[in-house]
């Protein structure tokens, strides 16, 4: 099993930046393939972005490359996500999800076996 718990969601004007941080515990949870998924009202869950468990990968939806940074603290077994430039588009609840393998398996919500519950973060204009 891993728990997962997310931080620092808030609500930031356009143009703002904030810092999600996905604490994480239980199964070898520092050597995880890590993942943040992002759920607007209306929509279906997709994906924001992905790091290995050693850090040396990163993906990024098209979407946000160049304005998100997905992160790892191994020491601390916790994930961050910096978010600059936000815009109203980026409005939804952010998940934190993780794999039970050590590389990044795939961007497609079937692929991550443990969710935490979710932050709320809103982005007005």
């Known amino acids: 099993q891993v728990q997962l718990v997310e931080s620092g969601g808030g609500l930031v004007q356009a143009g703002d930046s904030l810092r999600l941080s996905c604490a994480a515990s239980g199964r070898t949870s520092s050597s995880l393939a890590m993942g943040w998924f992002r759920q607007a009202t209306g929509k279906e869950r997709e994906f924001v972005a992905a790091?290995?468990?050693?850090?040396?990968?990163?993906r990024y939806a098209n979407s946000v490359k160049g304005r998100f940074t997905i992160s790892r603290d191994n020491a601390k077994n916790t994930v961050y996500l910096q978010m600059n430039s936000l815009n109203p588009e980026d409005t939804a609840v952010y998940y934190c999800a993780s794999t039970l393998a050590s590389w990044v398996r795939g961007v497609m919500v079937r692929d991550y076996d443990y969710w935490g519950q979710g932050t709320q973060v809103t982005v007005s204009s």
């Open positions: 790091i290995s468990g050693s850090g040396s990968i990163r």
